[in-house]
């Protein structure tokens, strides 16, 4: 069975700082990764998909999460953090066509 | 082009009283999906329709819960009789068809309805 963990449910950095959001995953067989972001009172928005093409999986707004199989991560990146990156951020794994979402991790960045 | 939208914003209805939740998907998408989201927690995955057929409705709650899909693009989430813990954001994704064991096609989301059961 697919399952995701987010290791914190909170993380809070500075502007201009490294983001480093943890997710770990089980799968019994190779996967497909997601993660989401939630801005407050927004949709969902697709930040990046890995589906074992590169490991390396570049998204939107300079966010990026490397697919790791001997660890079972796929943590997400981003070199500098910006004020608009405040929100809400999903692991996700796919089960055929269900996704099994992480708790969450809200982002907090201090200015 | 448009994005997945659903109807009403926000709901706030009396405990016993029936509601229902309206999703419009992308054109195109024959993949449907209805997600639950409670306060501070991820997505609960709810039902999956491939055009209007729903092989897994795994996830509905009780059986309280019901949808439908007509013309293999609007879907209709009912809730009967609604109780208290029943309040959460329910969300409606679409995707392109979704074949079994096949590279999980993105969903798109829409802006969900809050339910408030009073």
């Known amino acids: 069975a697919q399952s995701v963990t987010q290791l914190d449910s909170h993380v809070s950095v500075s502007e201009g700082t490294p983001v480093l959001l943890r997710c770990n995953y089980s799968?019994?067989?190779?996967?497909?990764l997601f993660w989401y972001v939630q801005h407050p009172n927004k949709g969902l928005q697709l930040l990046l998909k890995?589906?074992?093409?590169a490991t390396l999986v570049k998204g939107i707004n300079g966010f990026e999460a490397e697919f790791k199989k001997s660890e079972t991560s796929f943590h997400l990146t981003k070199p500098s953090a910006h004020m608009s990156d405040a929100a809400e951020y999903f692991c996700?794994?796919?089960?055929?066509?269900?996704?099994?979402w992480g708790a969450g991790t809200k982002l907090i960045i201090k200015p | 082009g448009a994005g997945v939208s659903q109807s009403p914003s926000n709901k706030v209805t009396e405990k016993g009283k029936d509601v229902e939740l309206r999703c419009d998907p992308i054109?195109?998408?024959?993949?449907l999906y209805w997600y639950r989201q409670s306060l501070g927690q991820g997505l609960e995955f709810l039902i999956y329709?491939?055009?209007?057929?729903?092989?897994?409705k795994s996830g509905l709650p009780s059986d309280r819960f019901s949808a439908e899909r007509t013309g293999g693009s609007v879907s209709t989430l009912t809730i009967q009789r609604t109780q208290q813990e029943d309040s959460a954001v329910y969300l409606c994704?679409?995707?392109?068809?979704?074949?079994?064991?096949?590279?999980?096609?993105?969903?798109?989301f829409g802006p969900g309805t809050r339910l408030l059961v009073l």
């Open positions: 996700v794994v796919s089960a055929d066509y269900q996704l099994i």
């Open positions: 799968s019994s067989y190779s996967p497909s």
């Open positions: 890995y589906t074992s093409a």
């Open positions: 054109s195109g998408h024959t993949a």
């Open positions: 329709f491939q055009g209007n057929s729903a092989p897994d």
């Open positions: 994704a679409s995707s392109l068809a979704q074949s079994a064991g096949a590279t999980q096609e993105t969903q798109y």
